[in-house]
Structure formats: C-alpha cells, structure tokens
C-alpha cells in the first residue's frame, strides 16, 4: 500500500525519500539563541523538520515533589527530582513558538509541535502549523487526539507503549474525529533506547493493520536502527536533537549531534534509494559489466585439427567466448583452422 501525506508541501510516502525530523525537546537549555541556533543546525544538517513540544509544567502535572510524582527510580536519566521540576526546565516557553517556527521558514524546513492538552493546540492553531504530533505518553488520550485531529491537519502519533487494542481505539478515533492523514511512528519509550529492544519488525505490521504510512521514532544510540526502519518500509524517521551532547540538556544523552543528523540524512536516503524493486537479471547499468563474465577461451596456438583439452581451453575472463557450461561438450573435439592463443571460442571454430 502507497499511501501519500503531504506537510507544508512535502510528499511523505515509500516513492519518497524519507522524512527526518529533528526534535529539540529540552535541548535548547531555556535559551531561546540556543534554540534558534539548534534550528539553524537542523536545516544545515539536511533534516525536513524540526519539532518541539508545547505545554507548561502546569498543563503536565502537579507541583508536588513526593509519591508518584518524584522521580525515584534510580536508572531514569532524571532521577531524583519531580516531574514538575523536569517539565519546568524542558519546556519551551510559548513566547518562543513564533520565533522558533519563523527561523525554520527562513532556513527552508518544515516546523511544528506536539501539544499536550487543549489549550495548547488552540495556540498551535493561532500560528497555524501544518501538523501535529502525539507523544507515545499521550496516544491513549483520545480527547486529545480527538481535538487535534478536528482541525483536519496530518496527525503523527508515537505508538509507545500501546497495544493492538489501544492503537485500533486511537487510529478509529483519529479518523472519526476528522483525520485523513495519519502517519504512525513504531517507538520505544525508553531512553535511551536500547536496539534489543525496537523491534523495528513492527513497522511493516503496523502499515498492514492501519493502512497508513509509517515511521520510527528511534531513541537508540546511533544510525544503524533507523536505517534499517528505512528498509523496512519507514517513510518517517524522528530523532532527538542536540548541538553538543556534551553542553547537557534534558535529552542530551540521547539526541543526535549535526554531523550525526547529516549522515542520519544521506544514510537513510541511500537506505531508502536501494530499496528498489524486485529485479533479477542484470540492469541496464550492469550490461557493460556482462563482458567481464568468465567464458571459454584458446590458450595455446593451435594448428587446424588438433583437439580440444582442459591444457588448450580454459575459462577465463572476459566472457566474449562460450559460455562456460559448455567446456565438457567441447572437450576431445578439434579445431577447423589454426587459432591463436588468446581467441574467444565459438561453435563456428570447432
């Protein structure tokens, strides 16, 4: 199934090459001149996209610092403090939505976010995105996604964590709600992801089952994992993205750095490129290389009449000659006239 989404005028689909999204999350550090500098970065690195994400600690949870609301499982990149807390130095205030999007149309790529509760779609909407995101935390709040896919725009959702049951509740109500451009993203909602743990064999299942384009939203170290997505059908790869890992941010750890995202790019394309069809034979640019076959070839000076014998005749390149499966029919036959060493063997000699 083929199926094509179009943003902000770019075709997303498997005859395309495939859409990459670079996503800032908390990586701007609370500056808005590292923010647009990451913009900058992501244009120049080749990615069509760049998200972020729109809400306020207020509109994620409440500022409480005890129970489920600390972090206090030790392994978490953000142990020990409290989800108010970490919203409060992931977030991007919504003052620079404007600025941030402004810079993408000026360097030429595609810019939008993920809201997380009604209000900030109604502000996503005011500066007139061309789409939307869902995170894998929020796909199974179907007020949400019912709200955003109202507006009619193409709608990506992460499905982390979700079962065949939740995801077949979301996509019905997503395209219930309005949704005619729908575009799934397998995800692991782990960070960093480990490659073990992908199962990226999941892409080609979920375009079976929902009949929509797909992606990966890749947490994992590295290129490796989304290149292969990228064989296996994904038409959109996300991942996170920083300046320097090693300047710090919510998400640094796992986000890729320029010239990491640039190789992502080329990468994924060639990925994509090389997928082709199913083709046997040899392609037009391999018909030169036809010659270079082994063939049946004299040897040895040879008189007229004397016999043909694995000492005089020999398969060798270049393929000019009989081809080779037919040295043992020729064998113990003779020549008709003199030949010189170095002569493609053909019927017409023997």
Known sequence: MNNVVKIAGRSIGRNHAPFIIAEM?????????????????????????????????????????????????????????????????????????????????????????????????????????????????????????RRVAATGKPLIISTGMATV??????????????????????????????????????????????????????????????????????????????????EGGVDSTFSMEPEEMAQLVLETKRAWQALGQVSYGPTEAEQKSLQFRRSLYIVRDLKAGEVLTRDNVRAIRPGLGLPTKYLEQILGRSVKKGVTQGTALRWELI
């Open 25 to 145: 999350s908390g990586n701007h550090n609370q500056s808005l001149e590292r923010a647009l500098e990451i913009v900058d970065a992501a244009a120049k690195s080749g990615a069509h996209a760049l998200k972020i994400q729109t809400y306020t600690p207020d509109t994620m949870t409440l500022d409480l610092d005890e129970r489920e609301f600390h972090i206090s499982d030790a392994k978490s990149l953000w142990a020990g403090t409290s989800l108010y807390k970490l919203y409060g130095e992931a977030y991007t205030p919504w003052e620079w939505h404007k600025p941030i999007f402004d810079r993408a149309r000026e360097r030429g790529i595609i810019a939008f976010s993920t809201p997380f509760d009604d209000t900030a779609v109604d502000f996503l909407e005011s500066l007139d995105v061309p789409c939307y995101k869902i995170a894998s935390f929020e796909n199974t709040d179907l007020p949400l996604i």
């Open 165 to 246: 049951a939740e995801l077949d509740e979301t996509v019905r109500t997503a395209r219930d709600a309005g949704c005619k451009d729908l575009i799934l993203l397998k995800c692991t909602s782990t960070y960093p992801a480990t490659p073990e743990n992908t199962n990226i064999l999941t892409i080609p299942h979920l375009r079976e089952l929902f009949g929509c384009e797909v992606g990966l939203s890749d947490h994992t170290m590295g290129i490796g994992v989304s290149v292969a997505g990228v064989a296996l059908g994904a038409t959109v790869i996300e991942k996170h993205f920083t300046l320097n890992r090693t």
